[in-house]
């Protein structure tokens, strides 16, 4: 591994499903953020990860939960999808907790919820 | 509120100069960002400024006035490969990044 990987690379799932995207880095940053694109919208927060252990909600939480038990992954679960989830899912680490150390970002989940 | 804004879109010729302005309001601020993002592909970092001024890296260079709330990403010698979008972003006081939608940039010969 090099870098930051998600999983699946894309997905199509039925509303009202569970789902849980996968991110892994294997650079020891500290800190972790999922993010979401949508066209014609910049990146969206949904929630970061200071450093392991630690968890906090960004601009556009609701529905979605995370977990940070190690360094190394922070997944990002979706409880019972709906269609207005459907985007392309970013991660990104960086190495500082101050947030102004650069953001890697993973190759994204693209996402389909019908 | 907290608000990037820059071009949904600009043309260039190869082997041309373009300028990306960006303009932010944001609750505090820790500096600007700039990232491209090839279409299908993850944004990669192009550019930090926390001071004022120009900060030249080879064919890309970046302008931050803070009194201003400006910034600016000039490329240079454009080359096809620079067809992309540019996200400019910035730093509020909690650290967190506040994106713009992204300028896209087309290419022509």
């Known amino acids: 591994i090099a870098g930051i990987t998600q999983a699946p690379t894309s997905q199509i799932l039925a509303a009202g499903r569970r789902m849980t995207l996968r991110c892994t880095q294997d650079m020891r940053h500290n800190a972790m953020y999922w993010y979401r694109q949508d066209l014609g919208l910049g990146l969206r927060l949904i929630h970061y990860?200071?450093?392991?252990?630690?968890?906090g909600k960004g601009e556009v939480p609701d529905g979605y939960s995370v977990s940070r038990a190690n360094t190394d992954d922070f997944p990002l679960t979706l409880a019972s999808a709906v269609p207005s989830q459907t985007s392309v899912y970013f991660c990104?680490?960086?190495?500082?907790?101050?947030?102004?150390?650069?953001?890697?970002f993973g190759p994204g989940t693209r996402l389909t919820v019908l | 509120g907290q608000n990037i804004d820059q071009p949904t879109e600009m043309t260039a010729t190869e082997g041309a100069i373009v300028q990306i302005n960006c303009t932010y309001q944001?609750?505090?601020?820790?500096?600007l960002f700039w990232y491209q993002q090839h279409a299908g592909e993850a944004p990669t970092f192009l550019s930090y400024n926390v001071l004022d001024g120009l900060e030249e890296k080879g064919r890309f260079s970046s302008f931050l006035s803070r009194s201003k709330g400006y910034s600016y990403l000039l490329l240079k010698e454009l080359q096809m490969k620079d067809s992309a979008s540019y996200l400019c972003a910035a730093l509020d006081s909690n650290y967190q990044l506040i994106w713009g939608a992204g300028t896209k940039l087309i290419i022509k010969p």
């Open positions: 990104a680490s960086s190495g500082g907790r101050s947030g102004t150390d650069t953001q890697y």
């Open positions: 944001t609750s505090g601020f820790n500096g």
């Open positions: 990860s200071n450093t392991a252990g630690t968890t």
